[in-house]
């Protein structure tokens, strides 16, 4: 798998859209990772020149993540129960709820610019979050040369990744930061933890498997592929790296006491994700009772929100999505932490031959 990816390294950067950057992306894939670029919270415009930039900072391979939700469909009632519920929160900031809300990200099975974005620029790799494409725009990016990877959170949405003609399957856990990349948000979800998922989708699957989920350090990449995975996606791991957008509260955040208490949540964007803990959250517990609209568009109002909050001084309404292993994060530039965890796979398990003999002109940039 890792000479489809064009890679030495088992080692991933999550594209974690809003976080991750070409800076950060290049860096990662540089090093002999695969760096990554979020471009779902972005239209095409902001897509192609997040991947023209990252192709001036590196010649190696990167992958380029859009979101594949369903088509969310508008519930004016449920909007404005929504509203009515933050307007407390809203009050205390001396602010006002936004009077409608909008579907601030575009699905990719509604965007054909996309598709033919992807298709002229070909990425080396694409992946996708929340579900699949349509069949003809796997058919086009197969055709475009593009490896393809899509995540799944159990085993019958890694069914349908095969079904579907797609490379690679990311497993993601329960433990994982961010959103969870479940199919369908109303369907039961088992919430696998990904040593659990992993194991069941490598004896389960003749597709490649990458871990994610809790990941933080090579002891954690060696257990993923001793279980069976063929590499490791690591999203929290790199929040703070300077090449990041994440901010300074949010790195704050990420080293203090709330990096003991995340937990998963939809009052934020409409679907579950997991978050450090923050006032989000403790508004929830302490009365967002009833349940947001569909996602994106609940997210226009935590964003509204956040705003609101930001301009009095408070940042604990901003979506510091982090995963279980968050107490683990390090402050090291991206090439530093690549370095790091390759030395700490090869002292987990020197038989996997990602030590320094292997890749030292890597860790040596």
């Not at 989920?213 to 063929?230: E, H, T, Y």
């Not at 203090?256 to 995340?262: E, F, H, Q, V």
């Not at 509204?304 to 683990?328: N, S």
Request: net charge negative.
């Amino acid at each position: 798998m890792l000479d489809k990816l064009g890679i030495p390294l088992p080692i991933l950067q999550a594209p974690m859209a809003g976080v991750s950057t070409p800076k950060l992306a290049a860096a990662v894939s540089n090093a002999g990772g695969l760096g990554a670029l979020g471009i779902g919270a972005t239209d095409v415009a902001g897509a192609a020149r997040m991947i023209a930039e990252t192709r001036q900072a590196t010649d190696r391979p990167f992958n380029v993540n859009v979101f594949a939700h369903a088509t969310p469909k508008a519930d004016p009632d449920a909007e404005r129960s929504w509203l009515s519920i933050l307007r407390p929160l809203f009050a205390e900031f001396d602010a006002e709820p936004p009077t409608e809300l909008r579907a601030i990200y575009q699905s990719f099975n509604d965007s054909p610019e996309l598709l033919r974005l992807l298709c002229e620029t070909r990425p080396s790799v694409v992946s996708f979050h929340f579900g699949l494409p349509e069949p003809q725009a796997v058919a086009a990016l197969r055709g475009a040369g593009i490896t393809l990877l899509a995540t799944a959170t159990n085993l019958e949405e890694a069914r349908l990744i095969k079904d579907a003609g797609i490379d690679c399957i990311v497993a993601q856990g329960i433990e994982a930061g961010g959103h969870r990349g479940v199919f369908d948000c109303c369907a039961f979800d088992p919430q696998l933890s990904t040593l659990a998922l992993t194991r069941l989708l490598a004896t389960e699957m003749d597709l490649p498997i990458i871990a994610a989920g809790g990941i933080m350090d090579g002891a954690g990449i060696a257990a993923a592929i001793n279980l069976g995975a063929s590499a490791a996606q690591l999203g929290t791991a790199f929040i703070d790296c300077p090449e990041s957008t994440a901010d300074a509260a949010y790195r704050q955040a990420l080293h203090g006491p709330a990096s003991y208490r995340t937990r998963l949540t939809s009052v934020i964007s409409g679907r579950p994700a997991r978050t450090l803990e923050s006032r989000f959250t403790q508004a929830e517990d302490d009365g967002l009772a009833d349940g947001p609209p569909a996602y994106p568009i609940a997210y226009d109002a935590g964003k509204a929100l956040h705003a609101a909050a930001t301009a009095k001084g408070e940042y604990g309404f901003g979506a510091h999505w982090a995963g279980q292993g968050a107490p683990r994060a390090r402050s090291l530039p991206a090439a530093e932490l690549v370095a790091a965890l390759t030395r700490e796979l090869g002292a987990e398990n020197p038989s996997h031959g990602f030590g320094k003999s292997r890749c030292g002109n890597l860790i040596s940039r």
